[in-house]
């Protein structure tokens, strides 16, 4: 919104509608249809690309800092110990003990 009324101080109601009011199709532009419409550029490609790279970025820097929980903890733990038990199993079924 602030690119509509950025040059405003305060807008009054006229302003505030003929800045709304330019962003409206015209007829042309309704006659045109959905798949003219869809072989436009998307004036905000740039942007959702620089807010993909962020949201990527933020998660990898949340990778790097991140201290695992207590409940992390020992969910990997216990992930950890059955994996052991099941290489024992696999091990004590071919007639080797550990």
């Known amino acids: 919104m602030d690119s ?3 040059t ?8 505030a509608k003929a800045a709304l009011d330019a962003c409206l ?6 006659a045109c249809g959905q798949e003219a419409w869809a072989a436009l550029p998307d004036p905000y490609a ?4 620089a807010c993909a ?3 990527a ?9 991140h201290v695992p929980t207590h409940e992390e903890r020992v969910a990997r733990h216990r992930m950890r110990l059955r ?7 696999v091990r004590c079924g071919r007639g080797i003990v550990a």
């Open 4 to 6: 509509l009324f950025g």
């Open 8 to 15: 405003f101080s305060e807008p009054s109601p006229q302003a």
């Open 25 to 30: 199709l015209s007829e042309g532009d309704m």
């Open 46 to 49: 740039a942007l959702w690309e």
């Open 53 to 55: 790279r962020g949201v």
């Open 57 to 65: 970025e933020m998660k990898e820097q949340h990778l790097e800092n």
């Open 83 to 89: 994996e052991i038990e099941q290489s024992q199993r």
